[in-house]
């Protein structure tokens, strides 16, 4: 999985070709351990996590309120998206998503290749792009969020309504983020938020959905938690119920996969 030149491993996997060779970069340690970090996920996730969710390696749990509960994964375990907790790794996982991979596989090769005594310099040259903003975030705290949305009816030849987003930079923002506003009829319209304090919307119909980067490309940020505003939605589920019910499930599965102290 992993070839060891010195200090610095060069990853081998089906995705990681040519040989990336780390060791030719002098100094730069944060972005060497960054760098090795990111490949070793990619690796990690290829040999490890695919084959982890082979049928031969699930299982199941006890037999409560008379069903059999399967206990499954959200996410994989060892996946480059979340096992990642180095900021220069994560860095190098933003820019994948940003770049595409294959544009980051060709720039991550040029800097390793040791012509540029700067690896942050070579992927800019190779990428067409300053990426040195990037790294530098990933440093920095960064959390970029919404924190207000307005949809309110307007004065207009037809009807319309006027919806107001405000936001947050939380910290250095080196590209745009995209920011996706969906209305009640249906539509979305998505724009490239740039660090303004307020985006407006006008539109036939108002909001019921803000997200900001709803893919995830910016995985420095520390709260994704505050990049959506959802309009409640109206349902008759008896809630106190189905809550009465999964706090008796889980004191259930509590006794039975624990032990008397």
Not at 13 to 27: K, N
Not at 119 to 131: E, H, Q, V, W
Not at 219 to 244: C, G, H, M, Q, S
Request: glycine share 6%; proline share 8%.
């Amino acid at each position: 999985m992993a070839l060891v030149i010195g200090r610095w491993p060069a990853i081998v996997t089906a995705q990681t070709s040519p040989q990336i060779d780390l060791s030719r970069v002098a100094g730069h340690d944060a972005w060497k351990n960054g760098a090795a970090i990111y490949l070793q996920s990619r690796a990690d996730e290829e040999r490890f996590d695919r084959t982890f969710f082979i049928k031969g390696y699930r299982h199941d749990g006890v037999c409560v309120f008379g069903c059999h509960v399967t206990w499954t994964f959200r996410s994989l375990p060892l996946g480059r998206w979340t096992a990642v907790t180095d900021p220069v790794a994560r860095t190098f996982a933003t820019l994948e998503r940003e770049l595409g991979w294959p544009t980051l596989q060709g720039a991550l090769s040029v800097a390793a290749s040791g012509a540029n005594p700067d690896p942050i310099a070579a992927m800019s040259d190779a990428t067409g792009r300053d990426l040195a903003p990037v790294f530098a975030a990933a440093t920095m705290p960064s959390d970029p969020a919404i924190t207000g949305v307005s949809s309110s009816s307007a004065s207009c030849a037809t009807p319309c309504f006027h919806t107001q987003v405000s936001l947050a930079r939380g910290g250095p923002l080196p590209f745009p983020l995209p920011l996706r506003v969906s209305f009640a009829d249906g539509k979305q319209i998505e724009t490239a938020w740039q660090g303004r304090d307020r985006v407006a919307f006008e539109s036939a119909a108002p909001a019921v959905a803000v997200r900001l980067d709803p893919d995830r490309v910016w995985l420095l940020d520390r709260n994704p938690l505050n990049n959506a505003r959802l309009e409640p939605k109206t349902t008759n589920v008896p809630i106190v119920k189905w809550a009465a019910r999964w706090i008796t499930w889980l004191q259930d599965a509590m006794l039975t996969r624990t032990f008397p102290v």
